[in-house]
């Protein structure tokens, strides 16, 4: 049994305010492996405080000086990725090559913002003005449980690029990995309160930091509903948001494309991350000419997947990260039976030998339509829908029949027909022919899938807001900063 009783405020792990015991359970077994007093109000407003101090001195730092900062972030999150990867396998029940990604992807993030500062011009000239990009001052990080480390330093790391100080919310379902990663973190020696760390609830940590005058940017990763809350909150103060939320990704197969290839890419895209992605690939739109070849493949592809303990480096789908989320899955299984799909593979229920943990059976239906909820409500799980179309034109409305807009593919074997169906789809990404990694592109969403873009310049510059100064008296391009 592991306790977390510290938060980290000001350069300091520090004894929460909050009262609250929250008891984190694996996944896996249903056995509780620790406890965490989760923060209040009072320890949000104290860790506002701490880096509303900060700022003053760390927005002055030179750009040298952040490269310095993150490569030391890196450095020290890279040291420990073992142990890393071995706790987020332990309490979201992350499979083993998932796990080690995404701790490899967190302490990455701090080498591409460096990387990317180097180039970076905070300066600039517009006509007769000098436009500088100025950081936003105290900005509120606010990170789900399904990629813990990974959300909260790629969102750090283009805080800290920018010259802004952090008050940091992760889940409480994270507890356990935030503990371990900030102790990573501190270890980088950066100045007292640049980054503070605060676990709490939304309703509490959460909310503070929506309503605090002080924050003047959150950065959201999450569900839809919540991302509208915060953004009806953040508007009081008009504090800058960026959100990045749900999807219901299409998945375009188009009727000359090899479904040999296509189809196992389309199962991986839909079960990345044990399905808890908001870029899985859950919605599959094939020509009705090809369904029965398709159903025979997609079947085929996802009952090969093992299913299991997350240590094991062969499995590709472990548990649910909850009971409340394997309920949530299990509700849309049940769902999509009543509404008439047809169900070609899993079903509710655990899969055989699984029922210790909160495993779901990998699931695929047929003959779904647009009509269906399953169709179009984001499960959170392994859970794939196969649509089908006449005509390239229906194809690409199906796919644009949705309030999301954050992913989407498509496959073919002519690239140049894929590349126009893909120009047509709405979505912040597209992926055509294949699943790629590209942290320096932007990523976020359309309509109900956010507001802005996280990573590279795009994501750079949604921590900084440009001022105009125009009789500066000065000829020369400057890259200051």
């Keep these: 049994m592991k306790t977390v009783d510290h938060i980290y405020i000001n350069g300091r792990f520090i004894k929460p305010h909050g009262t609250e015991i929250f008891e984190l359970v694996n996944p896996s077994t249903r056995t509780v492996i620790g406890k965490v007093t989760l923060a209040d109000e009072q320890d949000a407003q104290a860790a506002i405080a ?22 030391r972030l890196h450095d020290a999150v890279a040291a420990r990725s073992d142990e890393l990867r071995e706790t ?11 796990s080690s990604a995404t701790t490899q992807r967190a302490a990455n993030s701090f080498l591409q913002a460096r990387e990317l500062l180097k180039t970076f011009d905070f300066v600039k000239h517009v006509g007769i003005s000098k436009v500088v990009l100025e950081p936003l001052g105290v900005v509120g990080l606010i990170t789900p449980w399904n990629a813990n480390y990974g959300f909260i330093c790629s969102k750090l790391a283009m805080a800290i690029a920018a010259g802004s100080t952090a008050v940091i919310k992760p889940s409480e379902l994270s507890s356990l990995q935030t503990q ?27 909310a503070e930091i929506t309503r605090h005058p002080d924050i003047a940017k959150i950065s959201f990763t999450g569900s839809t509903d919540v991302g509208k809350t915060i953004a009806r909150g953040a508007v009081d103060t008009m504090k800058r948001v960026t959100l990045e939320l749900g999807g219901k990704s299409p998945n375009v197969i188009l009727d000359d494309a090899d479904l040999e290839q296509a189809i196992p890419v389309a199962i991986a895209a839909a079960t990345v991350n044990s399905g808890q992605a908001c870029m899985a690939g859950t919605r599959l739109i094939v020509p009705a000419s090809r369904l029965d070849e398709v159903k025979r ?56 030998g699984l029922d210790q943990g909160y495993f779901v059976q990998p699931t695929v239906f047929a003959n779904v339509t647009m009509d269906m909820r399953i169709a179009k409500e984001e499960i959170f799980g392994p859970v794939l829908v196969i649509l089908s ?56 969403g359309f309509k109900q899938s956010g507001i802005g873009r996280e990573f590279g310049t795009y994501g750079l510059e949604a921590y900084l807001e440009p001022k105009a100064v125009m009789g500066h008296g000065e000829t020369s391009n400057e890259n200051a900063q």
Excluded at 311 to 316: Q, Y
Excluded at 392 to 399: L, P, S, V, W
């Design 50 to 71: 701490a880096a509303k101090a900060a700022y003053k001195s760390f927005s002055q730092t030179t750009k040298e000086q952040r490269m310095a900062y993150l490569q």
């Design 88 to 98: 987020m396998i332990e309490e979201y029940g992350g499979p083993y090559r998932t």
């Design 180 to 206: 371990l990663l900030t102790e990573c973190l501190h270890a980088a020696g950066l100045p007292a309160g640049v980054f503070n760390i605060v676990t709490g609830r939304g309703a509490t940590v959460g």
């Design 297 to 352: 493949l997609a079947a085929k592809a996802m009952q090969a997947l093992q299913v299991g303990d997350p240590h094991n480096p062969d499995t590709a789908i472990g548990p649910m990260v909850s009971q409340t989320q394997y309920d949530r899955v299990q509700r849309y299984i049940r769902l999509g039976v009543e509404e008439g799909a047809e169900l070609l593979v899993g079903g509710a229920g655990h899969p055989a």
């Design 389 to 444: 179309y006449a005509t390239e034109e229906e194809a690409i409305d199906i796919a644009n029949d949705t309030v999301y807009g954050l992913h989407a593919f498509v496959s073919s074997a002519d690239v140049g027909r894929a590349n126009k169906v893909a120009a047509r789809i709405v979505a912040g990404r597209v992926f055509i022919n294949g699943m790629y990694d590209e942290p320096r592109a932007p990523f976020g």
